[in-house]
C-alpha cells in the first residue's frame, strides 16, 4: 500500500495526458461541501425541521376551511424561505471565512467554473427543498382531512408548482449573490435579512413610492406569486426586480471573486 | 489551443514575477528555476514574499508583472492541476468544522481518484483513522502540516510547492518529511519549499534561492553557497565601498 507510493518513479505518467476536470464533479463536491461540515449539516437539519414545524403547526391551530394543500404550501413558504438565502450565502463565503480557497482555487483554477458549480448546486438544493416543501405540505392535507376534519382540497394548480419554485430559488439564489459581493458570512447573512426588511418598510411607509414599489422592491414584486395571480405587467416587474436583487448582485460579486486575490 | 505540457527541461520557471500593493513591493522582479529531480528551497525571514511569490505561482494571486509556468505552462492552463501539481500554502486553510478525511475525500472527487487513494496517503503522512475522523478545528499545526501534505500528494504529482511545510512540526516530523520529500526528488520530482529556517532546508535542499524584502538576495546549488566564504553587501556609493575594500586589502567582486 504504502511501499507502492514510496517505490514508483514519480516521472512515470505523461502530464499531457491528463483531461480536464468534468463539470458535474465540481458540482458534486459543492453539494458535498454544503453537509460535511457540522454547521452545514445543521443548517440543512433546520431547513428540514422548520418545514415541518410550519405544517405542523398550521394542522393544529388554523381554521378547519383554511386546511388546503394551498394552505399548507403558503404557510410554509416564508420560514423556509428565511432559511434557503443563508445556505446560499455559504456556499460561497465558507471558502473566504474559512479560507478553503486556497485549496478549492488551486485544484481548479478556472474560478467561473467554480462559481458556475456552485449556482447549479444551489439550484440542486432549491429543488430539493421545493419537493421536500411540497412533500410535506401534501402529509400535512392529508393528516388536515382525516384528524382536524379539514378543508383537505388539492386545488393547487400548475401556477402553484411554478410559483413555489420561483420564489424558493429566488431566495437561494439571491443570497449566493449576496455572498459573492460580502464574502463574508456574516455581514452576507445581516445584509440579505436587513436590506429587504428595510425597502419594504419605506415602500410601505412612503406612499408617494407606490407606483415605483414593485419595480424596486423585491417584496412588492413576489406578492402576487405568493397568491398565485401572476399577470401581465407583474411578470416585469418581478423581471426588474430580480435584476437589481439577484443578476445584478451575482454579476458584481462574480467580477469580484473572478478578481480578487485568494489569500 | 492547449499549449505543450514538457516533461523534461526546468519543472518550475519564474520570470521577473512582482506584486506591488500601492506603494508596497511585496515581490521585486523574482526569477528563478527548479530543475527536476531537486529540492529547491525558497529561503527568507517572515514577510520576505516567499508566500505571494508561491500565490503568484498558482495563479491565487494576479502579479503585477512577470510569469511564471509549471511544467512548461502557467499554472492556470493546467488540466486537473492537482494531478500534476502538489501544492500546500498554508495548513490551517481549512474548515475547522470538517474532518482530515473528508478533506482528502473532496481533493480526490476533484482530482478524480479511487478513495483508496485517501487511505494510502493516511498511511504515508502516519494520520491514524481516528485521527482522520478528528474535527480539523482539534488538529495541532503538525497534524495540519501532516494533513496538507497528504492532500499535496494525493493525486501523484511531479511537483510539489510547499509553503513552510515543516512550521509546527516537532523534530521528528522534521525528519520525516526530509526523507519523504528526498525520497520523491529522488525517484525524479521536484519539489520548491519555502522556509525562514536554513537548519529546516539545508539538509534536504539541493539549490537555495534567499529572499528579502521581496528581492532575491542570493541563489545557488547549497554546496556553493554554504562553502562560499564571502559575504554579500549592498551599498548606497559603490565607489567609496570598493576604494575602501582595497584599501583595507580585501578581494571582492561586483555583481548587481
Known sequence: MSSQVAEDPVARRPASDIAKIPFFRLVRVELRKMYDTRAGMWLLIAIGVITFAAVTLYLFFADANLLTFNGFVGVTLTPQGFLLPVLGILVVTSEWSQRTGLVSFTLEPSRGRILAAKIAAVVVLGVVAVVLLLGVAALGNVLGASLQGGDGSWTFGAEGYRDTAILQLMGILGGLAFGMILLNSAAAIVASFVLPLAFGILFGLVTALDDAAPWIDLGTAQRPLFDHTMEGDEWLQLLVTSLWWIVIPLAVGAYRVLRSEVK | ?256
Open chain 2, 1 to 256: 489551443m492547449t499549449p505543450a505540457i514538457h516533461d523534461a527541461g526546468p519543472m518550475i520557471v519564474v520570470e521577473g514575477l512582482s506584486k506591488r500593493y500601492g506603494a508596497f513591493t511585496a515581490v521585486d522582479r523574482v526569477s528563478f528555476t527548479v530543475e527536476p529531480g531537486t529540492v529547491t528551497g525558497l529561503l527568507g525571514p517572515n514577510g520576505a514574499g516567499k508566500s505571494t511569490t508561491m500565490r503568484m505561482m498558482v495563479g491565487l494571486t494576479p502579479p503585477t508583472t512577470g510569469a511564471s509556468t509549471i511544467l512548461g505552462v502557467p499554472y492556470s492552463q493546467l488540466n486537473n492541476p492537482g494531478r500534476s501539481v502538489g501544492v500546500l500554502l498554508d495548513a490551517s486553510a481549512q474548515h475547522s468544522g470538517r474532518n482530515g478525511r473528508e478533506v482528502l475525500k473532496l481533493g480526490a472527487i476533484v482530482m478524480g481518484l479511487p478513495d483508496s487513494r485517501i487511505d494510502e496517503m493516511l498511511t504515508l503522512v502516519g494520520l491514524g483513522e481516528v485521527e482522520a475522523k478528528r474535527r480539523i478545528g482539534n488538529y495541532s499545526l503538525g497534524m495540519r502540516q501532516r494533513l496538507g501534505i497528504a492532500h499535496a500528494l494525493l493525486g501523484d504529482p511531479k511537483v510539489l510547492i510547499l509553503d513552510e511545510p515543516a512550521n509546527g512540526l516537532d523534530p521528528a516530523g522534521i525528519r520525516w518529511m526530509r526523507g519523504l520529500l528526498r525520497g520523491f526528488a529522488e525517484r525524479g520530482g521536484t519539489v520548491l519549499l519555502s522556509s525562514h529556517l536554513i537548519h529546516e532546508i539545508e539538509v534536504i535542499a539541493d539549490e537555495l534561492v534567499v529572499i528579502g524584502r521581496g528581492k532575491i538576495v542570493a541563489q545557488g546549488s547549497k554546496k556553493s553557497m554554504l562553502t562560499d566564504a564571502g559575504t554579500m553587501v549592498r551599498s548606497l556609493d559603490d565607489d567609496a565601498l570598493a576604494a575602501a575594500l582595497t584599501d583595507a586589502g580585501l578581494t571582492f567582486s561586483a555583481s548587481n
